[in-house]
């Protein structure tokens, strides 16, 4: 009888230490570090906080966790239940096409230059002809792009073609081109509206013209034509 009770007693003991065991699995808990301290981190779809944060374990087989920070390229992981670890760290790159742009109030929408006398000429009948207009907006717009796609001055409209710059580490393509078109001639004033439009897509989207879409980014290398177009067609 007493070695009955002993063996009852060994088997209780073993059933509790097991139990303690699935109880501390459950409660285990991950430090989850990232540089840049104030980046943000979601767990299984759920925002936890910025920098550093704990999370506890529940018994499913991983966890995903997002690291997002804007001029950062996001992050997505999993963080498997079987792996011994109880800290783990993150050290976000830089998103290289935050680096080369700029945001701009301007792109993707048209703004109005008003022509300076000094670049069309009035006839005798008081009719304004914008050649020299015309002349200046190609030579701005040459010294960024290698050939206009559509001239059609006497319709007044002028685009150029798409410009593709490729960004493989986010692996994302921007594309920018620029449309002007003549607004009309009243008798005060030649009127110009320009439009420079930025537009991003997956890489590997990128041959789709239905992956892109607007971004309020413009490249550094296209950021000058705004300010040129505004000082040196403008009136003074």
């Given at each position: 009888m007493?070695?009955?009770?002993a063996r009852?007693?060994?088997?209780?003991?073993a059933?509790?230490?097991?139990?303690?065991i699935?109880?501390?699995a459950?409660?285990?808990?991950?430090?989850i570090?990232?540089v840049?301290?104030d980046a943000q981190?979601?767990v299984d779809g759920?925002y936890?906080g910025?920098?550093?944060v704990e999370?506890?374990l529940d018994k499913?087989d991983f966890?995903a966790i997002k690291?997002?920070?804007?001029g950062?390229?996001?992050?997505e992981?999993k963080?498997?239940?079987?792996d011994?670890?109880t800290a783990?760290?993150?050290?976000?790159r830089?998103?290289?096409f935050?680096?080369?742009?700029v945001?701009?109030?301007l792109v993707?929408?048209?703004?109005?230059?008003?022509v300076?006398?000094?670049?069309y000429?009035?006839?005798s009948n008081?009719?304004?002809?914008?050649?020299?207009?015309w002349?200046?907006?190609?030579?701005?717009?040459?010294?960024?792009f290698d050939?206009m796609?559509t001239?059609?001055?006497?319709?007044?409209?002028?685009?150029t073609?798409?410009?593709?710059?490729r960004?493989?580490?986010?692996k994302?393509a921007?594309?920018t081109?620029v449309?002007?078109?003549?607004?009309?001639?009243?008798?005060?004033a030649l009127?110009?509206?320009?439009k420079i439009s930025s537009?991003?897509?997956?890489?590997?989207?990128?041959?789709?013209?239905?992956?892109y879409?607007?971004?309020v980014r413009?490249?550094?290398?296209?950021e000058?034509l705004?300010?040129?177009?505004?000082?040196?067609l403008?009136?003074?």
């Amino acid at each position: 009888m007493r070695n009955l009770f002993a063996r009852l007693f060994v088997l209780i003991a073993a059933l509790f230490l097991v139990g303690s065991i699935n109880v501390n699995a459950k409660k285990k808990t991950l430090k989850i570090s990232v540089v840049p301290s104030d980046a943000q981190i979601s767990v299984d779809g759920n925002y936890v906080g910025d920098g550093v944060v704990e999370v506890t374990l529940d018994k499913s087989d991983f966890i995903a966790i997002k690291l997002e920070k804007e001029g950062y390229i996001t992050q997505e992981n999993k963080f498997y239940r079987s792996d011994k670890r109880t800290a783990i760290s993150f050290t976000m790159r830089p998103d290289k096409f935050f680096e080369a742009s700029v945001p701009s109030g301007l792109v993707n929408k048209f703004f109005s230059v008003t022509v300076s006398p000094e670049y069309y000429t009035v006839d005798s009948n008081g009719k304004k002809d914008p050649e020299k207009a015309w002349k200046l907006i190609h030579q701005i717009l040459l010294n960024y792009f290698d050939e206009m796609q559509t001239t059609d001055v006497s319709s007044g409209f002028i685009q150029t073609p798409w410009d593709y710059e490729r960004f493989s580490e986010s692996k994302q393509a921007v594309r920018t081109r620029v449309t002007v078109k003549q607004s009309g001639i009243s008798d005060d004033a030649l009127v110009f509206q320009i439009k420079i439009s930025s537009e991003e897509a997956p890489l590997i989207g990128m041959s789709n013209e239905n992956s892109y879409r607007e971004v309020v980014r413009v490249l550094k290398k296209f950021e000058p034509l705004i300010s040129e177009f505004q000082s040196r067609l403008s009136r003074k």
